[in-house]
């Protein structure tokens, strides 16, 4: 049993409540469905705390009455994706050898009306390599899926650019869906901190090497990380709100990089083998596919047809990915490999000329040298990175990786500061 319900350990946090309102369609009886859920799934997460003689029993029973409860849930909705994803999910509780099947089936749904995902899941890698219960409802947000929908509907245009502008070896993989849905509850580890907002399915409830997968995205708690956190540091940066794009088109770069992210992960060449590069530094390994992923993610969202399409300012977009560089950084760049991989960008910017970080952890960024040493950064990383060359890979990630270059992050952090932000979710549907 973990010491305490927050990660990284820290002396003290600052949480921000993110209130959470569930869909005014649901009935009463699927709101207290929903709620026995998630106190169910509470038992489970705490039952798995502590070995005793009724652990086994605990959670067989527990899992008994939650298949029940789904399924009845399910007799509450009307669209037939919804219903029939809730079917599947209680059926996962039954058997382990068919649950696989069911979740690939689950990730291949497109629900209009209730995500609902339950079951043994890992949230952070490096926090949890276990499996520990959780439970959490969402509805589909169109009008983000819609704004996802346009990067990949331009993505053969973003790696034509990528090609030109990189290097010529560069392709893209057959890429996973991507739903975006607003979270309206959680429960069991999913409901401690810190608040996981994007799951890889199945790989996050243990399906490895899945057919189908599809990555689940909380874009209302994305933005509250976003306005809570990231733009706490506007004035390290010397801007001020105006900087930024408006209140109500934030989520539109947000979802449109993270996208731009998902799909990053899926750009190599045909010499690219991260499994080589695994077996010599597997963190270091994990860390440059992630600074790969944000660096394509940002060009693919430069490209024409996606700009004009979503409206997009090239420079307020260069705003937003800096905000949310130094957020991720100062996450703690030893304890997630998207930390980690903020480090290795924000090392290479420095560098570059196109950052100064001074004493007083104030940065200076020039918006005109940023792009091009974006560029240049990504002509680095697919080099050394995804050329198979193992020996400069490992000579980049010891010159850039955090864990390598441990002394120049210690004083860069020192600077900068670490977070101990963290959000709590203020559930309506649990006051029923
Ligand atoms: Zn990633």
């Known amino acids: 049993m973990s010491a305490t319900n927050f990660w990284p350990r820290a002396t003290k946090y600052d949480v921000h409540v993110l209130q959470l309102e569930y869909p005014g ?6 709101r207290a469905l929903i709620n026995e859920t998630l106190v169910l799934t509470d038992v489970l997460r705490a039952n798995q705390n502590t070995e005793h003689r009724w652990q086994s029993q605990i959670t067989a029973l527990t899992t ?3 298949k029940t409860a789904f399924l009845s849930l ?3 909705l009307n669209d037939k994706d919804s219903k029939l994803a809730l079917e599947w999910r209680a059926q996962t509780f039954d058997d382990q050898n068919t649950k696989k099947d069911l979740c690939e089936k689950i990730a291949q749904m497109d629900e209009k009306e209730l995500v609902c995902y339950s079951g043994a899941m890992s949230t952070w890698v490096g926090k949890s390599k276990e499996l520990f219960y959780s439970t959490f409802y969402a509805t589909p947000n169109e009008n983000l899926q819609n704004v996802s ?17 990189v290097n010529p070896e560069l392709k893209c993989l057959p890429f996973c869906g991507y739903k975006i849905v607003d979270l309206f509850a959680s429960s069991g580890e999913a409901n401690l901190y810190p608040k996981h907002f994007a799951y890889f399915m199945p790989e996050d409830e243990g399906g490895k090497y899945a057919g189908a997968k599809r990555t689940i995205v909380f874009a209302n708690v994305y933005s509250a990380l976003f306005d809570n956190i990231s733009t706490q540091r506007l004035a390290v940066y010397g801007w001020v709100d105006s900087d930024l794009p408006s209140t109500n088109n934030i989520s539109t770069y947000l979802i449109a ?51 004009n399409e979503l409206k997009l300012d090239k420079e307020k977009l260069a705003r937003v990915y800096l905000l949310e560089m130094l957020r991720y950084l100062r996450r703690g760049p030893y304890d997630f490999p998207d930390a980690g991989a903020a480090y290795v960008q924000l090392k290479f910017f420095i560098e570059s000329g196109c950052l100064e970080l001074n004493s007083k952890g104030e940065i200076h960024a020039d918006l005109a040298g940023f792009y091009p040493a974006v560029l240049r950064l990504a002509g680095h990383l697919s080099e050394n990175i995804l050329q198979g060359n193992i020996e400069s890979a490992e000579l980049f990630i010891r010159s850039y990786c955090p864990h390598h270059d441990v002394e120049n992050c210690t004083n860069i952090m020192a600077k900068i500061g670490v977070i101990t932000d963290t959000l709590e979710y203020e559930q309506r549907i649990r006051e029923v």
Request: glycine fraction near 4%.
């Open 25 to 30: 369609t649901l009935s009463d009886s699927a």
């Open 64 to 66: 008994q009455r939650l």
């Open 74 to 76: 399910s007799t509450h």
């Open 149 to 165: 929908n346009v990067v990949d509907e331009h993505i053969d245009e973003a790696v034509l650019t990528l090609k030109n502008n």
């Open 257 to 307: 990089w993270f996208r731009g992210h998902d799909l990053g992960h899926s750009i190599v060449t045909p010499a690219t083998s991260f499994r080589a590069l695994s077996k010599c530094d597997r963190w270091g390994s994990m860390v440059l596919q992630e600074a790969l992923a944000d660096i394509f993610g940002l060009l693919i969202c430069t490209t024409s047809s996606i700009v």
